[in-house]
């Protein structure tokens, strides 16, 4: 398993994940695999090209079902079943170093750029 994923693997509670969403496309499917327990369990928002991998690619229209997709995550996150870890957040006027931060792709969970 790669670095970046054991270590934040022993953050987990004991059960493991029940499933991998990946949403950075930056060749994480092989680790996100052996993390889920399966292809099966590995939904991808961007790796198009890993399909071949038995993974789930979500392929839509721009913007179709956005709406009740994001409704529906909002509820599994409000009825505690989606933990979304915040890496850190940043004012609009620092969005330049939120971008930077991203770039790196040493990330623990998600940015969040605040308005002014």
Do not use: C, N
Not at 81 to 99: F, H, K, N, V
Not at 100 to 110: D, E, I, M, N, Q
């Amino acid at each position: 398993m790669a670095r970046a994923w054991s270590t934040a693997y022993e953050r987990f509670p004991p059960h493991g994940v029940d499933a991998v969403l990946d949403a950075s496309g930056r060749g994480e499917i092989p680790d996100s695999i052996e993390l889920a327990g399966g292809p099966t369990r590995v939904l991808s928002l961007v790796a198009f090209d890993a399909a071949d991998t038995g993974i789930q690619v979500h392929m839509a229209e721009p913007g179709a079902g956005g709406p009740q997709a994001l409704g529906d995550i909002l509820a599994l996150i409000e009825a505690g079943r989606l933990q979304m870890p915040i890496a850190g957040t940043y004012p609009l006027d620092e969005s330049a170093a939120a971008l930077a931060v991203s770039r790196s792709g040493h990330l623990s969970g998600k940015l969040v750029v605040l308005p002014a």
